[in-house]
């Protein structure tokens, strides 16, 4: 895909980043993550208890190239938080363990803070955009 | 496809001072998990550690490389 001046798609996403202090795009819904790693990061969240929005890549593969051209970042899932890409499923995993994501959210981190990590799931979902 | 031992291969051969341990998690071929060590990583926050590892690879994460699940450490810290 080229550069263009004018990108609907890649401009609703930066829109989205801006509007929602916490986002959070992944394969799948935060319900139905179709994926691991998105499932992961979801259950970070929803154990910090966290309000976050949430964007289903999957239905159409340009909303993961211009994620990934805007964020440079190649995988799924992303977290932004306040504007900024905080990382994928392995550093919010990391920094939720650590108490960090808690901070970075502004949230109490609970007493027994642990992820339990899910086995990846079949691959035929996410295959649809191999 | 890409193996584990390949991907250790070129993970070290990019970063200076690295040790990289890769494991293939599902068997498929396709998913992999690394731990690197570098002295690169210094003074850098996560999100840059592991760009500098996705960068060895390009549109290949994504592609034949589905995921590359990463730790990163500097020496320090391993």
């Not at chain 1, 799948?28 to 979801?42: M, N, Q």
């Not at chain 1, 964020?71 to 890409?85: A, H, Y």
């Amino acid at each position: 895909m080229s550069e263009q001046t004018s990108n609907p798609i890649r401009d609703a996403i930066a829109e989205a980043i801006a509007d929602n202090p916490v986002i959070l795009f992944m394969k799948g819904t935060p319900d139905a993550p179709a994926c691991g790693f998105s499932a992961r990061t979801v259950a970070a969240l929803q154990a910090l208890d966290a309000p976050f929005a949430a964007v289903d890549i999957l239905p159409d593969p340009r909303i993961r190239q211009e994620l990934s051209g805007l964020s440079n970042w190649p995988t799924i899932p992303q977290l932004f938080v306040k504007g900024e890409l905080v990382g994928g499923a392995d550093i919010v995993t990391e920094m939720f363990e650590s108490g960090e994501l808690a901070q970075t959210l502004g949230v109490e981190q609970p007493a027994d803070a642990t992820v339990a990590e899910p086995q990846p799931k079949p691959l035929g979902i996410e295959n649809r955009l191999g | 496809m890409p193996t584990p031992d390949e991907i250790k291969q070129r993970i070290e051969a990019a970063l200076p001072g690295a040790a990289a341990e890769v494991e293939d998690y599902t068997g498929g071929g396709d998913h992999f998990r690394a731990t690197v060590v570098s002295p690169a990583f210094d003074g850098l926050s996560r999100i840059a550690q592991h760009r500098l590892v996705y960068d060895i690879f390009g549109a290949e994460i994504g592609g034949p490389i589905h995921a590359l699940s990463l730790t990163t450490k500097v020496p320090e810290q391993a």
